[in-house]
C-alpha cells in the first residue's frame, strides 16, 4: 500500500509528500507557469510604436518569436528530458521487481496516466505561446501592410509593383520560418509535423481576418 501511495495524485495545488508522482508535478508545473508568466508580460509590454517603428524586420522577428514562445519551448524541451527520465528510472528501479503483478500494473497505470496530464499541460502551454505569438503578430501585420500593397499606384504598374515583396509579408514568411527552426530545435521529432501543422492552420486564420480589415474593389 506504501509503493500504491507513492504513484497516487491528486494532481491539485495540495501536492502530498508521500506522493512521488505529486511532487514532480509540482515542480514541472510550476517551471511551465513561470515561463507562460514571463511571456504574457513580455508580450503584454511590447509597445505598438516599437513594432511599427523597428526598421530591422529580421529584429522585428526576433522580437516577436522570441518574446512569445523562446520561453516556454526552452521549458518544454526540458519538460521532455524529464518525462523520458522519469519513465525510464521508475521503470528500472520500482516497477520492475515489484510485486505482485496487479500492484505492477495498477502502478504502471497511475504512471502512465500521470505522463499523458503532463503531455496535456505541455500541449496548453504550446497553445498559450502560439496565441501569443499571433496577438504580436497580429498587430504587426496591421501597423505595417498599408492599403497600397493590394492597390499599387499607377506608376508602380510597370516596375512590377504588384509583384513586389512587402515588409508585411517578409514578416510574414519570416515568423513561420522562425518558428519551424525553433520547433526543430527544441521541440524535434515526431512532434514537429503536427506541431506546425497546428501553427500553420493558426496563422491562416489570422491571416484571413487581417485581409478581412480591408474593403476591396
Known amino acids: ?11 491539485s495545488r495540495y501536492a502530498s ?3 512521488l508522482l505529486d511532487q514532480v508535478y509540482q515542480y514541472l508545473i510550476a517551471m511551465l507557469q513561470t515561463a507562460m508568466d514571463d511571456t504574457d508580460k513580455k508580450c503584454g509590454s511590447i509597445s505598438l510604436f516599437s513594432l511599427t517603428s523597428e526598421a530591422d524586420l529580421e529584429a522585428l522577428t526576433d522580437k516577436i518569436v522570441g518574446t512569445s514562445l523562446d520561453h516556454i519551448f526552452e521549458v518544454v524541451s526540458l519538460f521532455s528530458s524529464y518525462i523520458s527520465r522519469l519513465q525510464a528510472s521508475v521503470g528500472d528501479a520500482i516497477l520492475e521487481d515489484l510485486e505482485p503483478q496487479s500492484l505492477r500494473d495498477k502502478c504502471a497505470e497511475s504512471l502512465e496516466n500521470f505522463i499523458a496530464l503532463l503531455e496535456s499541460s505541455v500541449a496548453q502551454a504550446l497553445t498559450f505561446g502560439i496565441s501569443n505569438c499571433l496577438q ?10 498599408i492599403r497600397t500593397d493590394f492597390c499599387p499606384r499607377d506608376d508602380d504598374m510597370d516596375m512590377g509593383g504588384l509583384g513586389k515583396v ?3 509579408c517578409t514578416i510574414a514568411v519570416q515568423c513561420i520560418s522562425a518558428v519551424h527552426r525553433l520547433c526543430v530545435t527544441q521541440l524535434g521529432g515526431p512532434n514537429i509535423v503536427p506541431f506546425m501543422n497546428g501553427f500553420g492552420d493558426n496563422v491562416f486564420q489570422a491571416l484571413r481576418i487581417h485581409f478581412g480589415s480591408f474593403t476591396y474593389n
Request: charged letters at 20%.
Open 1 to 11: 500500500r506504501s509503493v500504491q501511495k507513492l504513484f497516487s495524485s491528486n494532481s
Open 17 to 19: 509528500s508521500c506522493s
Open 136 to 145: 504580436v503578430f497580429g498587430k504587426v501585420m496591421k501597423a505595417r501592410q
Open 166 to 168: 512587402t515588409p508585411a
